[in-house]
């Protein structure tokens, strides 16, 4: 029986042996969580059995360091929450690794090629939420948007001179028959870029007349009424619209509703259209809430996708599939998803990974213990042996 119990010791202390090992071996495993060997007194009625390992468990309660890499594809954790993923079998696994990929179908995918999840966009670009799915990145060009709206805020100065526009007719090329002017780029259905003038004519007291021209040719125009605060009181809005060479006609709202008249300069403080120009597919960032965005070569971004986080009720209760990666159990419990920052789900931090919780002095510490308590093992089977041997002389 003695024996037996010896043996018994030796096989728990050569399984802890091995949980040390493997965490020591993974203290640099991105997204690794080290684990323990969870002992158990065996009894056969009131006497004492020996030991077993009843379980191995992994430490999901202490995160890893947050280290940069500057590569715009990783993606750490900082806080609760794991990575959602899908295997080829269809099957959700959650990880902490970060470090993710895109394959040939321009999919997402962690380090083993399962699918990051996560939720779509429409064709607006609107994240769609409620529905999980895989992440896809398209790497197509993006196509060029024509301008049909431009925001315009800016302060014209009340104490310009007015101008008699009957007297002195507006004419482009020569300034001293208008007070200001500010160019805007816009673009047309096909890309090409136009520049829209306005020109500001103070007509009067609290009048300002505004003429919009591109390529010499008066494309709308409005008339500015202000009150005596210098706020504005009628014609903050106006269309300008122009035919351009084999694309559509070109139509835009111009919006100058927040445009003031105070006795200081000229000074623009907003001019915004939304056309752009065509853009190739450049690369593609996370941002702290999850957002995929894509970047072109004419300045714009598009959101892809948004990746989604899960957590649980008890992450003791995940069963390990590799080092780095989980399945939900009855004992976990189901997955809460959600976005990061949301709850009790923890931001992320793009061009980061989390590194490995192992605290690699404890585990040398734990390793050398354990080959001490190993050893004794042994040295009771020898000091076991001898007595027998001895008990076999005798008798």
């Known amino acids: 029986m003695s024996f037996n119990i010896s043996m018994s010791g030796l096989k728990a202390f050569k399984q802890e042996l091995g949980v040390h090992a493997n965490n020591i071996a993974n203290a640099s495993t991105v997204g690794f969580k080290g684990a323990r060997a969870e002992f158990s007194a065996v009894y056969n009625g009131k006497e004492g059995g020996g030991v077993s390992i009843s379980g191995i468990t992994q430490n999901h309660d202490t995160s890893g360091s947050i280290l940069g890499t500057g590569r715009s594809l990783d993606v750490a954790i900082a806080g609760s929450g794991f990575f959602v993923t899908k295997d080829s079998n269809g099957q959700q696994q959650y990880s902490r690794s970060g470090m993710f990929g895109m394959n040939a179908n321009g999919s997402m995918v962690d380090s083993n090629g ?183 070569s004419n300045g714009q971004t598009q959101v892809q996708g948004q990746i989604i986080l899960a957590s649980f009720p008890s992450n003791a209760g995940l069963q390990a599939v590799s080092g780095t990666s989980w399945q939900q159990t009855y004992s976990s419990g189901a997955p809460i998803f959600g976005t990061a920052g949301v709850g009790v789900l923890g931001n992320l931090v793009g061009g980061a990974v989390e590194s490995s919780n192992v605290d690699t002095t404890e585990s040398m510490i734990g390793l050398m213990e354990t080959q001490q308590n190993y050893q004794a093992n042994t040295k009771s089977i020898q000091a076991q042996n001898s007595i027998a041997q001895t008990l076999m002389q005798v008798f």
């Open 114 to 296: 399962n699918l990051l999840q996560g939720y779509s966009v429409d064709g607006n670009g609107n994240i769609m939420q409620g529905t999980i799915t895989d992440i896809n990145v398209s790497n197509s060009a993006l196509n060029a948007r024509a301008t049909d709206n431009v925001d315009f805020l800016a302060n014209l100065d009340a104490n310009a001179e007015d101008i008699d526009m009957v007297a002195t007719p507006f004419d482009p090329d020569d300034p001293k028959t208008y007070t200001n002017s500010y160019t805007t780029p816009v673009y047309d259905s096909l890309g090409n870029e136009h520049i829209v003038t306005q020109y500001f004519v103070k007509t009067g007291p609290n009048t300002y007349e505004v003429i919009a021209q591109t390529d010499g040719a008066t494309i709308g125009n409005t008339t500015l009424n202000f009150d005596t605060d210098g706020s504005l009181l009628a014609g903050g809005n106006f269309n300008a619209s122009f035919p351009a060479p084999g694309a559509d006609p070109v139509s835009i709202d111009f919006n100058l509703d927040k445009i003031t008249q105070f006795g200081s300069s000229f000074t623009v403080t907003d001019n915004s259209a939304n056309g752009y120009t065509s853009g190739e597919f450049n690369s593609v960032y996370i941002e702290e809430d999850g957002s995929v965005i894509a970047t072109y």
